[in-house]
Every structure is written in C-alpha cells, then in structure tokens.
C-alpha cells in the first residue's frame, strides 16, 4: 500500500466530519448560545468557570472537569462563539474517530468511490438521533468529548501510537467517569486480539503497547490532579464526581432486561442496521471460507467489541434515558459501516453510494422528531423559551427578581444567574449541601426566601429540594404553572 492509499481514508474521515460539523451547526445555530436541556448545565459550568469559579470547590458536578475547563478556557477567550465552537470541535471529532475506525476496521485500501460507503453508514450510525438533537454543539455535553477521545485511543493503540492512545484514554475519563468502562473494555479487546495472533514477538509488543499506554495516562492524570490541588478543588472533587455520582444507580445485573431497555431505546434504524452490522461482522470473524483480515483491522473490530460488551455490563443498571445509549452507538456504527463495505463489493458503484445514502439518511433523519424534542429545529424551541418564558417571568416578577434553581436557560433569558454555585444534579446536592455547606441546608435557604425574590423557579434537577423550599414560601408566595410548566414556580403574593 502507497503513502497516498495510507493516508486517503484520513482524508475521507476529515471530510466528513467537516461536512457533519457543517450540517449540525445550521439546523443547531450555536452561535445564538441558546443552550437546551443538559447542554444547558454544561454552558452554564463553562460560564461560571470563566467568571473564575472553580468546579467542586464552588460549582457542584458530578461529572469530570476536563469539559469544564475547555468551555471555561472557551467563553473566557471567545464568549458564546467559543463555546459554540468548542461544541463544533467535539462533534466533529466524534465524527471523525468513528469513521476513520470504520475505515481501519474495513481493511482494505481503495479509491474514494470504494470506501464511501462504509464512511457514509458509519456517519449515519455514529451521529444517529443526538446528533440532530441540541446535544453536542448546545454547550456540548461530557459523554460526546469522551466517546470521541476514547475513539481517537483505540486507533491509536491499533496502529501502535501507545503513549499517545494512553493520553487519550485518560482524558476521556477524566471526562466523562463511564470512559474508565469504554477503556477497560476496548484494551479487553484489543488484547483478545493480539493473543489470538500467534505471535512469537506478541507478548513483549504486547507489555511495551500497554507500558506505552500507562505512561500516556499517568502524565495526563497527574496534570488534571495537579490542576485540581492548584484550584483547591481536589477533596470536592472526590466528595461529589467520585462519591456522589455512583450514589444515583443502583446495580441489577440483569442483562436480559437491560438488552430489553437498549431495544426500546435506540432509535427503530440505528438498531436494526446496528444489529445486522454486528451480525455480519461476527459471522465473518468464524466463517472459515472468510477472507482474513490484516491484524490492525481484527485489532480495531476486538477492541470495540470489548468497547460494546464492557458498556453494556454498565447499562446492568437502572436506566430509562436515551442518552445512556449514545456509546453504544459508535461501536454499532464501525460495524455497520464495515458490513456495508463487505456486502456492497459486487455491486455497481453507483447502486452501492446509492443504498449507502438512503441508509445514512433513514439513520440520521428517521428519529429527528423524538419523544424528547418538541420541534424538528431544536433552536426553535430556545427562541420560543426567548420569546415567553423569560419576559413572562420578568413580568410576573414586578422588578423584585426572579431566583432560580436548576434552569440555566431561563436564567439566561432573564438577564440573571441562580443566585447560588450550585448546579442541582440529584441526589449528590443535597447531601453536598448538607454535609459542607456552613449551617446545612436551612441557612442555604432562609437567606435566599428572605430576599422576596418575585418569582421563585425550580427545575426538574433540582426536584429533592422542593421538600425543604416549599414549605419556606408557602406564607409569601402563590403557586403558578403558567410561567414555566416543565419547572416548580411561586410568584410573591402582592401586600
């Protein structure tokens, strides 16, 4: 194989991911900074970051810092462009790694016409239904970053970049927690393979690969605690990414069950054509009169079958949200993009791009209009929330302010912040509160009542507070639903 057959899918990937990142920005508008759903929360911390409020020791979160600070260091060089483009970076890379693993797991050099099949199916499979949504580039969330990061490692390790894929494998759990179960699984995998190899020079290659892959993830753990110590951050890091955040699941093990969720779940097209590309794949690796693939394409296929089954042992946890599914999706998306490759070789070039378009479309398209959203446009829904929600509260509020409690976005559209560093994510802010908080609970409180706010709006995150705050405003303040449904609301009874 020539430098030029080397480096085309490289190519192929960056294009794709540059016409990906394209597409999502127009239908998304992020450079409007209108933030939806958790993508909200995470704009929020990016913000109050940037304002110089350090994550755990003045923010709580749940989730790892490596976000945080990229959307702080984002807004605080570029304002909302800056985090729009960070979000742009994030999908573009999650883009990226899965087709370019697509490509390395097909195996096999060709023109661009050849190979754009298999990268077209891995984009629609990859990108599936939250891709379309207000997820990536709306503040950008941490599970997006570290799926993409984890990618980027197992290609590295695939084509013996070790220190580098060890780098990258740690930022993605410092990232996102559940990335410790993606890297656990994919070197699983990768392992799998490499003793499978028959190879007399396989285990030392093996023990320089995962000592290379050490040292990579030992440099970068021990910048992210030096810069935790050095923000004072590093004890509320434990108490809250480490101790609270398993606190919220609670462990079954039932496997049947969660298989039954994921099916559910996933979207109708990303699972079939997930399934069927899963299928072939495995069939193809026991079919004796199967062509062989070179070792890096069985290493990178290994790995992410490891990637699948380590996550899904993670989903043997309670869970009814679709987003817990999103990392399942880039391992689906390789194999289907290597199956498409690997049944689409008789056909015609133009019937080949042909049924690989219409399977990207249905893909992308087919789950547009989830459960979840309320417009096909998800910047339609920040205008409306712009338009209403936000004036109405000012209204309602008569001048004496508005206090909110787990809404970033309506505190964006009115002009003001929570009035605490706290961003509710059940049940680890209560018991933050409680256990570190000067005075517990009650003196959080009573201060924030005593102020006669207008109107006093309390998001879905922070519900476990409604016990301990209602009880505080029911003397002053009259119950409404009409400002904001979705949220708890009181407006402050005229004297």
Same mark, same amino acid.
């Given at each position: 194989?020539?430098?030029?057959?080397?480096?085309?899918?490289?190519?192929?990937?960056?294009?794709i991911a540059a016409l990906s990142v394209l597409v999502t920005c127009l239908?998304?508008?992020?450079?409007?900074?209108?933030?939806?759903?958790?993508?909200?929360?995470?704009?929020?911390?990016?913000?109050?970051?940037?304002?110089?409020?350090?994550?755990?020791?003045?923010?709580?979160?749940?989730?790892?810092?490596?976000?945080?600070?990229?959307?702080?260091?984002?807004?605080?060089?570029?304002?909302?462009?800056?985090?729009?483009?960070?979000?742009?970076?994030?999908?573009?890379?999650?883009?990226?790694?899965?087709?370019?693993?697509?490509?390395?797991?097909?195996?096999?050099?060709?023109?661009?016409?050849?190979?754009?099949?298999?990268?077209?199916?891995?984009?629609?499979?990859?990108?599936?239904?939250?891709?379309?949504?207000?997820?990536?580039?709306?503040?950008?969330?941490?599970?997006? +970053?570290?799926? @993409?990061? &984890?990618?980027? #490692? %197992?290609? !590295?390790?695939?084509?013996?970049?070790?220190? $580098?894929?060890?780098? =990258?494998?740690?930022?993605?759990?410092?990232?996102?927690?559940?990335?410790?179960?993606?890297?656990?699984?994919?070197?699983?995998?990768?392992?799998?393979?490499?003793?499978?190899?028959?190879?007399?020079?396989?285990?030392?290659?093996?023990?320089?690969s995962l000592a290379g892959v050490a040292l990579g993830g030992f440099v970068?753990?021990?910048?992210?605690?030096?810069?935790?110590?050095?923000?004072?951050?590093?004890?509320?890091?434990?108490?809250?990414?480490?101790?609270?955040?398993?606190?919220?699941?609670?462990?079954?093990?039932?496997?049947?069950?969660?298989?039954?969720?994921?099916?559910?779940?996933?979207?109708?097209?990303? +699972?079939?054509? @997930?399934? &069927?590309?899963? #299928? %072939?794949? !495995?069939?193809?690796?026991?079919?004796?009169? $199967?062509?062989?693939? =070179?070792?890096?394409?069985?290493?990178?296929?290994?790995?992410?079958?490891?990637?699948?089954?380590?996550?899904?042992?993670?989903?043997?946890?309670?869970?009814?949200?679709?987003?817990?599914?999103?990392?399942?999706?880039?391992?689906?998306?390789?194999?289907?993009?290597?199956?498409?490759?690997?049944?689409?070789?008789?056909m015609a070039v133009p019937l080949r791009l042909t049924v690989a378009g219409?399977?990207?479309?249905?893909?992308?398209?087919?789950?547009?209009?989830?459960?979840?959203?309320?417009?096909?446009?998800?910047?339609?829904?920040?205008?409306?929330?712009?338009?209403?929600?936000?004036?109405?509260?000012?209204?309602?509020?008569?001048?004496?302010?508005?206090?909110?409690?787990?809404?970033?976005?309506?505190?964006?559209?009115?002009?003001?912040?929570?009035?605490?560093?706290?961003?509710?994510?059940?049940?680890?802010?209560?018991?933050?509160?409680?256990?570190?908080?000067?005075?517990?609970?009650?003196?959080?409180?009573?201060?924030?009542?005593?102020?006669?706010?207008?109107?006093?709006?309390?998001?879905?995150?922070?519900?476990?507070?409604?016990?301990?705050?209602?009880?505080?405003?029911?003397?002053?303040?009259?119950?409404?639903?009409?400002?904001?449904?979705?949220?708890?609301?009181?407006?402050?009874?005229?004297?």
């Open positions: 194989m020539n430098s030029r057959e080397n480096t085309r899918p490289t190519q192929l990937a960056l294009g239908i998304n508008r992020p450079w409007e900074g209108l933030h939806l759903r958790d993508g909200a929360y995470y704009a929020y911390l990016a913000a109050l970051q940037a304002g110089g409020l350090a994550p755990y020791r003045d923010v709580f979160h749940l989730q790892g810092p490596v976000l945080t600070w990229l959307g702080g260091l984002a807004i605080g060089l570029a304002g909302t462009p800056g985090l729009a483009l960070l979000g742009a970076f994030v999908s573009g890379l999650l883009t990226f790694a899965g087709v370019r693993l697509a490509l390395a797991a097909y195996g096999r050099p060709g023109t661009v016409v050849e190979l754009l099949p298999v990268a077209l199916v891995a984009w629609g499979m990859t990108t599936g239904w939250p891709f379309l949504g207000a997820f990536i580039v709306s503040g950008s969330r941490p599970k997006f +970053l570290a799926i @993409g990061l &984890a990618a980027c #490692a %197992v290609h !590295l390790l695939c084509t013996n970049r070790r220190v $580098a894929a060890g780098a =990258a494998f740690a930022a993605a759990c410092w990232t996102w927690q559940p990335g410790a179960v993606l890297t656990v699984g994919a070197i699983a995998g990768w392992l799998a393979a490499r003793a499978s190899e028959r190879d007399s020079a396989a285990e030392p290659s093996v023990a320089a970068v753990s021990v910048g992210a605690l030096g810069a935790l110590a050095v923000q004072g951050s590093f004890e509320p890091f434990l108490e809250q990414a480490v101790h609270a955040a398993p606190s919220q699941t609670e462990r079954t093990f039932d496997l049947i069950a969660t298989l039954h969720r994921v099916g559910l779940l996933l979207p109708l097209p990303v +699972l079939l054509v @997930g399934a &069927a590309g899963l #299928a %072939v794949n !495995l069939w193809h690796a026991v079919s004796p009169g $199967a062509p062989r693939l =070179a070792p890096d394409a069985r290493r990178v296929l290994a790995a992410l079958l490891g990637w699948l089954v380590a996550y899904l042992g993670l989903l043997t946890v309670d869970f009814d949200w679709r987003g817990d599914t999103v990392p399942l999706l880039l391992p689906l998306g390789v194999f289907a993009g290597v199956a498409m490759g690997r049944v689409d070789h008789r219409i399977l990207c479309l249905w893909l992308v398209g087919a789950d547009r209009l989830s459960p979840i959203q309320h417009s096909p446009y998800p910047h339609q829904q920040g205008e409306t929330l712009g338009e209403h929600a936000g004036r109405d509260a000012l209204t309602a509020a008569k001048g004496r302010g508005v206090l909110i409690f787990a809404d970033p976005l309506l505190a964006q559209q009115v002009g003001e912040h929570p009035k605490h560093p706290f961003v509710f994510w059940e049940p680890g802010t209560l018991e933050y509160i409680h256990t570190t908080y000067p005075g517990g609970l009650e003196a959080f409180l009573d201060p924030l009542v005593d102020r006669r706010y207008g109107v006093v709006t309390v998001g879905p995150r922070a519900a476990a507070l409604l016990p301990y705050l209602a009880p505080r405003l029911r003397n002053q303040y009259e119950p409404t639903r009409s400002l904001r449904p979705r949220n708890r609301t009181w407006v402050l009874r005229d004297p």
